[in-house]
């Protein structure tokens, strides 16, 4: 809230609008390369995950992996693009040390997804209220990732390694249009855009190992006497954190508003330019002036042949992609009535952790109760532990019943809590079994009685306000039944206390 209410200041004191366009390259959740059997594991001790493809041996012919294809289209499903029934493969040529081919294998003009959106989370900036945005997507197109360099990585020697395990591993990059008008939009995309691909096993979105990074392009556009001028476009690269973006651009953003306050400069007066984040300097630097495609010579790779997607391959793709945060949001809120924040606490979690809710659900927990246990009681473990949903003690079929086991009355929630930590201890108990070991036999009906007797004698007030019709105030009975017996269960407490005082045997 507090960082909402920042932006919104922000942009209200800001005298330019910035303007970004987000780059985001997804890696492929496949075991192998996107031209080469070689594994994508990552890892692995150096150049241990290589091939004469990956390194570019000469003579050495490329086969495409055909899942690549299938998660390609799937993200383009989810993303409502339009899929291309014939794509094909470009050479994009540039010189690197990690890039042994001299090109990385791409697509150039006919992309696997063209025009999309995605719509993320955003701040009206007229009213300041939250609200709703939809991005447009340009395209999404396959390529190669390149291998990684290794500066000064031994000590005492200043050189520099190359590490090929990464070349060749299938990467799709997904290119917005210039919608994003705040570092905090930015954050939200990218934060919507890898819960996306996550939700659908497109990729396993681990940041630190690099399986999701964007490049932001920024620039600044002002108002000056009726027209708007906008500073030249800046790209800044490999930004691999949900933080490195909202740092990056808030200082770019600053950077250019200097110059251009300096220098006067516009869009087309000096060229686009590359810059690299640096994380612990906190700022941009100057990598080069940006080429243009010309500069790539792009051309069809003649040594793979075009993709034609069926439409059997398509309906197979939109089969996989029925489950997005989008939909799950809205089910939850929808069929199970969770308050919107509670539901997006639980689509943030994944797919596996709304799989176990629903699990619970399914299983006949009520849905009210099973969000409450799952907010209070599973997800504080899965934090407190590190640990994830799949290594969650517990199956969902077993705490459902335990839920189920609440909802009739059978123990009140503070004796279900302490049978959960029983049950956690002892995973290999049953139900029923984590519930006997608390010494929760049930009270049986006629001692039940005589205890509400003795209660009701002891509160004459309590019947005398039933009487006078406040219900409510046989709740008052509840705390000097348990200290009588702990395994009694509050909801009967009520009800034979009320029918006693009804039935005027009090
Ligand atoms: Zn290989």
Same mark, same amino acid.
């Given at each position: 809230?507090?960082?909402?209410?920042?932006?919104?200041?922000?942009?209200a004191i800001?005298?330019?609008?910035?303007v970004?366009g987000l780059?985001?390259?997804v =890696?492929?959740?496949?075991e192998?390369?996107?031209?080469?059997?070689?594994?994508?594991?990552?890892?692995?001790?150096?150049?241990?995950?290589?091939?004469?493809v990956?390194?570019?041996?000469p003579?050495?012919?490329?086969?495409?992996?055909?899942?690549?294809?299938?998660?390609a289209?799937r993200?383009?499903i989810?993303?409502?693009?339009?899929?291309?029934?014939?794509?094909?493969w470009?050479?994009? %040529?540039?010189?690197?040390?990690?890039?042994?081919?001299?090109?990385?294998?791409?697509?150039?003009?006919?992309p696997?997804?063209?025009?999309?959106?995605?719509?993320?989370?955003?701040?009206?900036?007229?009213t300041?209220?939250?609200?709703?945005?939809?991005?447009? $997507?340009?395209?999404?197109?396959?390529?190669?990732?390149?291998?990684?360099?290794?500066?000064?990585?031994?000590?005492?020697?200043?050189?520099t390694?190359?590490?090929l395990?990464?070349?060749?591993?299938?990467?799709?990059?997904?290119?917005s249009?210039?919608?994003?008008?705040?570092?905090?939009?930015?954050?939200?995309?990218?934060?919507?855009?890898? $819960?996306?691909?996550?939700?659908?096993?497109?990729?396993d979105?681990?940041?630190?190992?690099?399986?999701?990074?964007?490049?932001?392009?920024?620039n600044?556009?002002f108002?000056r006497?009726?027209?708007?001028?906008?500073?030249?476009?800046?790209?800044?690269?490999?930004?691999?954190?949900?933080?490195?973006?909202?740092r990056a651009?808030?200082?770019?953003? %600053?950077?250019?508003?200097?110059?251009?306050?300096?220098?006067? $400069?516009?869009?087309?007066?000096?060229?686009? =330019?590359?810059?690299g984040?640096?994380?612990a300097?906190?700022?941009?630097e100057?990598?080069r002036?940006?080429?243009?495609s010309?500069?790539?010579r792009?051309?069809p790779?003649?040594?793979?042949?075009?993709?034609?997607?069926?439409?059997?391959? @398509?309906?197979?793709?939109?089969?996989?992609?029925?489950?997005?945060?989008?939909?799950v949001?809205?089910s939850?809120?929808?069929?199970?009535?969770?308050?919107?924040?509670?539901a997006?606490?639980?689509? =943030?979690?994944?797919r596996?952790?709304?799989d176990y809710?629903?699990?619970l659900?399914?299983?006949?927990?009520?849905?009210?109760r099973?969000?409450?246990?799952m907010?209070?009681?599973?997800?504080?473990?899965?934090?407190?532990?590190t640990?994830?949903?799949?290594?969650?003690?517990?199956?969902?079929a077993?705490?459902?019943?335990?839920l @189920?086991?609440?909802e009739?009355?059978?123990?009140?929630t503070?004796?279900?809590?302490?049978?959960?930590?029983k049950?956690?201890a002892?995973?290999?108990l049953?139900v029923?079994?984590?519930?006997e070991?608390?010494?929760?036999?049930?009270?049986?009906?006629g001692?039940l009685?005589? $205890?509400?007797?003795?209660l009701?004698?002891?509160?004459?007030?309590?019947?005398?306000?039933?009487?006078?019709?406040?219900?409510k105030?046989l709740?008052?009975?509840?705390?000097?039944?348990?200290?009588?017996?702990?395994?009694?269960?509050?909801?009967?407490?009520?009800?034979?206390?009320r029918?006693?005082?009804?039935?005027?045997?009090?």
């Open positions: 809230m507090e960082g909402s209410s920042f932006c919104k200041f922000m942009n800001l005298p330019y609008k910035t970004i780059e985001v390259h =890696q492929l959740k496949t192998t390369k996107l031209f080469c059997r070689c594994s994508t594991l990552f890892g692995a001790a150096p150049n241990t995950h290589v091939c004469p990956c390194m570019g041996l003579g050495a012919l490329p086969v495409l992996n055909s899942k690549a294809i299938d998660l289209v993200a383009g989810a993303l409502q693009c339009d899929i291309a029934p014939f794509t094909k470009d050479r994009k %040529n540039y010189f690197y040390p990690d890039l042994p081919k001299g090109y990385q294998t791409s697509q150039f003009d006919l696997i997804c063209g025009r999309g959106h995605l719509e993320i989370d955003a701040i009206d900036p007229g300041g209220a939250p609200t709703r945005k939809k991005i447009a $997507l340009v395209r999404a197109h396959l390529e190669e990732d390149a291998g990684k360099s290794m500066h000064d990585e031994v000590a005492g020697r200043a050189d390694r190359i590490d395990n990464r070349a060749g591993t299938p990467l799709l990059e997904i290119v249009e210039p919608e994003l008008s705040s570092a905090e939009e930015a954050k939200n995309y990218l934060t919507e855009m890898r $819960l996306l691909m996550m939700f659908l096993g497109i990729t979105g681990n940041m630190q190992e690099g399986s999701l990074r964007a490049d932001a392009n920024v600044l556009h108002e006497e009726g027209k708007t001028v906008a500073t030249p476009i800046v790209e800044i690269k490999n930004l691999n954190s949900f933080r490195a973006v909202e651009i808030l200082y770019e953003s %600053n950077r250019q508003y200097k110059l251009f306050q300096e220098t006067g $400069l516009t869009i087309g007066q000096s060229p686009k =330019q590359t810059r984040w640096n994380d300097a906190g700022e941009t100057m990598q002036e940006k080429e243009d010309a500069d790539y792009y051309f790779c003649p040594d793979l042949v075009p993709v034609i997607l069926s439409q059997s391959d @398509i309906e197979f793709a939109t089969n996989s992609a029925t489950m997005t945060p989008a939909s949001r809205k939850l809120v929808e069929t199970h009535s969770l308050k919107p924040s509670e997006e606490v639980l689509v =943030q979690q994944g596996a952790v709304i809710f629903e699990a659900v399914k299983q006949g927990a009520a849905p009210k099973a969000t409450s246990w907010m209070q009681d599973v997800l504080r473990y899965l934090n407190e532990n640990t994830h949903i799949e290594s969650y003690p517990i199956p969902a077993s705490l459902a019943k335990l @189920i086991g609440i009739d009355g059978k123990l009140d503070s004796r279900g809590k302490e049978a959960l930590a049950w956690i002892n995973p290999g049953s029923e079994q984590a519930i070991s608390l010494g929760l036999a049930q009270v049986d009906t001692e009685e005589s $205890l509400c007797m003795q009701l004698a002891e509160n004459p007030d309590v019947i005398s306000k039933v009487r006078a019709g406040n219900e105030a709740a008052a009975l509840v705390g000097p039944a348990k200290k009588k017996n702990k395994n009694v269960d509050p909801r009967q407490v009520q009800e034979i206390c029918k006693l005082i009804d039935s005027g045997s009090v």
